[in-house]
């Protein structure tokens, strides 16, 4: 597991991750600080793009520069916390495309449950970035994933803002093969399946639906 978890100790992250916490944060600062973090954990999600050298002309000659070679990306938030990052994600990659994935969990069996599915047509032509800023049990991001891989994309990778070692532990098994970023792993999870100390229900808090 300790391959495929990347868990982003940068002050900058930390720092607003309290913020995120504090239950005084009302839902504008809430919202503000979910597309930054995502924005700062997506620019380490993207450290191995690669490059390809051309020439550029300056006003004082020719230099050689790099460019993203060729690669596509798509984000993929899962609705509805999964909204609140793609505007500091885009900001990062303004050209990439996004797709939803609408899935919500039950409250009495933690399942989640599909309601909505669109992805870019050429998704078998892109590298998948999935957005949620929880992974509890676990079960929504292994739900999204499998949607996804029946599209064939070129790569996947997940980003969250916390994840509780048990839903950490059901992925990493689930899908061996994706990537988590996130910005930190939590103690655990409570009897009605919140991430403690977490932040509460991230949909809510960005939504202002409490
Ligand atoms: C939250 C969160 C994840 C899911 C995580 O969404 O945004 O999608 O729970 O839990 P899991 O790892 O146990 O599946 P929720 O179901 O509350 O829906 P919402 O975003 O519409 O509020
Ligand atoms: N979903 C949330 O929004 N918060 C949690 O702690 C668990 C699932």
Redesign the pocket.
């Known amino acids: 597991m300790e391959n495929q978890v990347f868990v982003m100790d940068h002050p900058l992250i930390q720092h607003k991750l309290t913020f995120l916490r504090d239950k005084n944060t009302g839902a504008k600062e809430f919202r503000e600080l979910v597309s930054e973090i995502a924005m700062l954990i997506c620019y380490e999600a993207t450290r191995d793009l690669p490059l390809e050298e051309i020439q550029t002309e300056t006003p004082m000659g020719i230099a050689t520069t790099k460019v993203i070679a060729g690669r596509k990306l798509a984000f993929v938030p899962?609705?509805?916390?999964?909204l609140g990052m793609v505007e500091g994600v885009l900001s990062m990659v303004p050209a990439a495309k996004v797709g939803h994935i609408g899935?919500?969990?039950d409250h009495e069996t933690?399942k989640?449950v599909e309601y909505y599915c669109k992805l870019p047509s050429d998704v078998s032509e892109r590298e998948v970035i999935v957005l949620?800023?929880?992974?509890?049990?676990?079960?929504?991001?292994i739900d999204a994933v499998n949607l996804i891989k029946k599209h064939h994309p070129k790569s996947l990778k997940f980003m969250c803002i916390i994840a509780?070692p048990e839903?950490l532990k059901a992925f990493t098994q689930e899908h061996p093969d994706v990537q988590v970023y996130c910005a930190n792993v939590d103690s655990h999870l409570n009897d009605i399946?919140y991430i403690v100390p977490g932040l509460g229900?991230?949909?809510?808090r960005i939504f202002g639906t409490l």
């Open positions: 899962i609705l509805r916390a999964g899935l919500y969990r933690l989640p949620d800023p929880m992974l509890a049990t676990g079960g929504s991001a509780a839903g399946g229900d991230a949909g809510d």
